[in-house]
């Protein structure tokens, strides 16, 4: 079974960007499509971006023109940069692996997740 582990958050001012990289073993990385999701307390898990294996990108509305996704199967991590944060950006975020072969945005279509990392955007 593939584990993923996140690393990058940290506490920010809004207006400020972090980098956040998931680092993925025990698999083959090259063929899973890759998501990031967030959670905040009292909310329900949300999308906030998709590549798949061969480098096709979704995004959030939420998320579109402020964050990019992007992967290195050569060291089998998958990165989320966050540009112009603001408050509502606060969450848990996690990596997770797609279980289906076409892009997907449903949280039910991703299996092994990360422990996640805490984002904290001030105002």
């Known amino acids: 079974q593939v584990q993923l582990v996140e690393s990058g958050g940290g506490l920010v001012q809004a207006g400020g960007s972090l980098r956040l990289s998931c680092a993925a073993s025990?698999?083959?990385?090259?063929?899973?499509?890759m998501g990031w999701f967030r959670q905040a307390p009292g909310k329900e898990r949300e999308f906030v971006a998709a590549?798949?294996?061969?480098?096709?990108?979704t995004y959030s509305d939420s998320v579109k023109g402020r964050f990019t996704i992007s992967r290195d199967n050569a060291k089998n991590t998958v990165d989320l940069q966050m540009n112009s944060l603001k408050p509502e950006d606060t969450a848990v975020y996690y990596c997770a692996v797609g279980q289906t072969w076409m892009m997907t945005t449903r949280s039910s279509d991703f299996g092994s997740w990360g422990q996640g990392t805490q984002v904290t955007v001030s105002s």
């Open positions: 025990g698999g083959t990385f090259r063929t899973y499509n």
């Open positions: 590549i798949t294996r061969i480098g096709g990108i």
